[in-house]
């Protein structure tokens, strides 16, 4: 009865990581011990997500407690190990299985060893010491051994509970023999190592296939990034060309010169984004295409038939898509025609300036550093694609700017706790108390404030409607500060508002505050061209607009609209 008593105090003061006997013991908090070594060695891998806690009960600390060793703890692990009271622990029996191993399913108790093999005769997965029997007994030496495996309830016929033996090509599944006198008499049969064989012919072109699409996908990712290095060499040229040839220009054009400039920027970050964004997605695809070839080539050397047969089907039916259409790089031209057409500009006479400068806008924009396929879904003639290009420079009516609407949705994540969203979250109002929203990092906590889901990089239009005493109708960049300073809509040079009031409008970016005219409306439309580098905004009267404010700048990142309240509602409105 002492010699028990011993044995459960020793359970008591193993590990409950390591599972062994306490090693430099230490508590924390919450009164749960562990050795040193393994709660830091817990705490390190959780190092990025910045909360720690303790494994048995789940508490968690902000911040990283210090660790004090707990020494009546290791003086009591000591008394143990003098007095020979400690087994042997876990992590000193021989080959213990580990999370995930087959176990052996002769062992008893709490420490199963770890199936070496498993006999398709019997049924059973066994360790190294029970193994031992098919290795010695005459009548089990011919049973079949294979690796390990969990999944030998699969390698039975359900039907007749007899071991899979032959491969059923009629209906594509390994049967029994009883199998083949029942349900499939008159099937065509074959032996599973034959159609392992046809198959893993199969397999082999398969591969050949995805190994091809690499090979092409790697090709067109070495000429992309030729083309974006050579691509930026020629936009710096041609602003550096542009920057020469407008300073022989009269003071008439300075103004000109500056736009040209502006245009190439604009262009090029834009071009250079989008180029940027294919060659990850290409990097991406060839890593998926490795995997597939890897899981491909892991499968054409499995010894197990039956496994082969059944992952076969899994992995030959899955075909390997690619949501990347095949790039074609353009000749090396880019701006060199923009120098052309400025050089012909500069010795023109004034009257014909404004002519020109259409045909250098035109140009420059319809520049890219790769060819994008041709539309075939409504999505492909959306507002971001390139091929708006050739489309009036500013909509000048109603008509015109609805062309580019683009439906929005507000975030909840970015929303302030005072305001709740409805209408399928194109609606938001301001309440009298806080709503539960969960804590999230980019929700705004000093303004009442929410952003879009979208981001928006083109050409594109939306309108807001309103009610109440006011309403701030704003873009911003996605990193706009959202818990301390400088976090409100037009208080920084990362975002840009139009106040709509009772009593008019002013538009604030950076800090600085302009006021602006128009008429009065509760509805009003803001249209981007985000490669342009302009932002309008309009008072919409039925199916009148009039221009109330548009700013001139350069967007160096995708734009998100935003609504900002004080005492108001407003709604995204449903365009199409």
Same mark, same amino acid.
């Given at each position: 009865?002492?010699?028990?008593?011993?044995?459960? =105090?020793?359970?008591?003061?193993?590990?409950?990581?390591?599972?062994?006997?306490?090693?430099?013991?230490?508590?924390?908090?919450?009164?749960?011990?562990?050795?040193? %070594?393994?709660?830091?060695?817990?705490?390190?891998?959780?190092?990025?997500?910045?909360?720690?806690?303790?494994?048995?009960?789940?508490?968690?600390?902000?911040?990283?407690?210090?660790?004090? $060793?707990?020494?009546?703890?290791?003086?009591?692990?000591?008394?143990?190990?003098?007095?020979?009271?400690?087994?042997?622990?876990?992590?000193?029996?021989?080959?213990?299985?580990?999370?995930?191993?087959?176990?052996?399913?002769?062992?008893?108790?709490?420490?199963?060893?770890?199936?070496?093999? %498993?006999?398709?005769?019997?049924?059973?997965?066994?360790?190294?010491?029970?193994?031992?029997?098919?290795?010695?007994?005459?009548?089990?030496?011919?049973?079949?051994?294979?690796?390990?495996?969990?999944?030998?309830?699969?390698?039975?016929?359900?039907?007749?509970?007899?071991?899979?033996?032959?491969?059923?090509? @009629?209906?594509?599944?390994?049967?029994?023999?009883?199998?083949?006198?029942?349900?499939?008499?008159?099937?065509?049969?074959?032996?599973?190592?034959?159609?392992?064989?046809?198959?893993?012919?199969?397999?082999?072109?398969?591969?050949?296939?995805?190994?091809?699409?690499?090979?092409?996908?790697?090709?067109?990712?070495?000429?992309?990034?030729?083309?974006?290095?050579?691509?930026?060499? %020629?936009?710096?040229?041609?602003?550096?060309?542009?920057?020469?040839?407008?300073?022989?220009?009269?003071?008439?054009?300075?103004?000109?010169?500056?736009?040209?400039?502006?245009? !190439?920027?604009?262009?090029?970050?834009?071009?250079?984004?989008?180029?940027?964004?294919?060659?990850?997605?290409?990097?991406?695809?060839?890593?998926?295409?490795?995997?597939?070839?890897?899981?491909?080539?892991?499968?054409?050397?499995?010894?197990?038939?039956?496994?082969?047969?059944?992952?076969?089907?899994?992995?030959?039916?899955?075909?390997?898509?690619?949501?990347?259409?095949?790039?074609?790089?353009?000749?090396?031209?880019? *701006? $060199?025609?923009?120098?052309?057409?400025? %050089?012909?500009?500069?010795?023109?006479?004034?009257?014909?300036?404004?002519?020109?400068?259409?045909?250098?806008?035109?140009?420059?924009? @319809?520049?890219?550093?790769?060819?994008?396929?041709?539309?075939?879904?409504?999505?492909?003639?959306?507002?971001?694609?390139?091929?708006?290009?050739?489309?009036?420079?500013?909509?000048?009516?109603?008509?015109?700017?609805?062309?580019?609407?683009?439906?929005?949705?507000?975030?909840?994540?970015?929303?302030?706790?005072?305001?709740?969203?409805?209408?399928?979250?194109?609606?938001?109002?301001?309440?009298?108390?806080?709503?539960?929203?969960? =804590?999230?990092?980019?929700? *705004?906590?000093?303004?009442?404030?929410?952003?879009?889901?979208?981001?928006?990089?083109?050409?594109?239009?939306?309108?807001?409607?309103?009610?109440?005493?006011?309403?701030? !109708?704003?873009?911003?960049?996605?990193?706009?500060?959202?818990?301390?300073?400088?976090?409100?809509?037009?208080?920084?040079?990362?975002?840009?508002?139009?106040?709509?009031?009772?009593?008019?409008?002013?538009? $604030?970016?950076?800090?600085?505050?302009?006021?602006?005219?128009?008429?009065?409306?509760?509805?009003?439309?803001?249209?981007? =061209?985000?490669?342009?580098?302009?932002?309008?905004?309009?008072?919409?009267?039925?199916? @009148?607009?009039?221009?109330?404010?548009?700013?001139?700048?350069?967007?160096?990142?995708?734009?998100?609209?935003?609504?900002?309240?004080?005492?108001?509602?407003?709604?995204?409105?449903?365009?199409?």
């Amino acid at each position: 009865m002492a010699q028990q008593g011993v044995v459960l =105090d020793q359970d008591q003061f193993r590990c409950s990581i390591c599972l062994d006997l306490f090693k430099d013991p230490v508590t924390l908090a919450c009164g749960h011990s562990y050795c040193s %070594s393994c709660i830091e060695g817990c705490w390190d891998q959780d190092e990025q997500k910045g909360v720690y806690s303790c494994p048995q009960c789940r508490q968690s600390f902000t911040l990283r407690p210090a660790l004090k $060793r707990n020494n009546m703890l290791a003086e009591v692990v000591e008394k143990l190990k003098e007095t020979g009271g400690a087994q042997a622990a876990p992590s000193e029996l021989t080959s213990p299985a580990g999370p995930g191993e087959v176990t052996c399913d002769l062992c008893t108790g709490p420490g199963q060893e770890r199936a070496l093999k %498993s006999c398709l005769v019997c049924m059973v997965s066994y360790c190294q010491t029970h193994l031992q029997p098919h290795y010695q007994v005459p009548g089990l030496k011919n049973h079949k051994l294979v690796e390990a495996t969990s999944g030998l309830q699969e390698m039975i016929c359900s039907s007749h509970d007899k071991l899979l033996e032959v491969f059923c090509r @009629t209906d594509q599944q390994c049967v029994c023999m009883l199998c083949t006198m029942e349900e499939h008499k008159g099937h065509d049969m074959v032996s599973l190592k034959a159609e392992r064989k046809e198959k893993q012919d199969k397999l082999v072109l398969s591969q050949q296939e995805v190994q091809q699409r690499v090979q092409q996908r790697e090709k067109e990712l070495k000429e992309l990034q030729q083309a974006v290095e050579s691509f930026k060499l %020629s936009g710096q040229a041609a602003v550096e060309d542009s920057e020469r040839i407008f300073t022989e220009l009269i003071r008439s054009i300075e103004r000109r010169r500056s736009e040209v400039k502006d245009l !190439i920027g604009a262009q090029q970050g834009a071009a250079l984004s989008q180029a940027e964004g294919l060659l990850e997605r290409l990097e991406q695809e060839i890593a998926e295409l490795r995997r597939r070839d890897a899981e491909l080539e892991k499968l054409s050397h499995t010894e197990d038939n039956i496994h082969f047969l059944q992952k076969y089907q899994s992995l030959s039916s899955t075909s390997v898509s690619s949501d990347v259409p095949s790039i074609s790089v353009p000749p090396l031209q880019y *701006f $060199r025609h923009v120098t052309e057409v400025v %050089s012909e500009l500069r010795d023109k006479l004034e009257e014909l300036i404004q002519r020109e400068w259409s045909n250098i806008s035109t140009i420059v924009s @319809t520049v890219d550093v790769f060819l994008p396929p041709e539309p075939k879904t409504r999505a492909d003639l959306l507002p971001s694609s390139t091929v708006d290009v050739f489309l009036p420079l500013e909509p000048k009516t109603r008509a015109d700017l609805l062309s580019y609407s683009w439906q929005l949705t507000l975030d909840p994540n970015t929303a302030c706790t005072d305001l709740s969203l409805s209408e399928q979250n194109r609606k938001v109002t301001l309440l009298k108390q806080q709503k539960p929203y969960p =804590d999230h990092p980019e929700r *705004f906590t000093d303004h009442w404030q929410v952003l879009c889901r979208e981001a928006l990089s083109g050409r594109c239009y939306w309108e807001v409607e309103w009610r109440g005493d006011g309403i701030d !109708i704003a873009v911003s960049y996605k990193d706009i500060r959202r818990t301390w300073g400088h976090s409100g809509f037009g208080d920084t040079s990362e975002s840009w508002r139009l106040r709509c009031s009772r009593d008019g409008y002013w538009f $604030r970016h950076n800090y600085v505050v302009t006021a602006v005219s128009g008429p009065q409306s509760s509805r009003v439309g803001v249209y981007l =061209d985000h490669k342009a580098g302009t932002l309008s905004f309009y008072s919409v009267i039925f199916e @009148t607009v009039t221009l109330l404010h548009r700013v001139q700048t350069t967007f160096t990142k995708p734009l998100y609209p935003g609504l900002g309240w004080y005492s108001s509602s407003a709604e995204i409105m449903k365009l199409w």
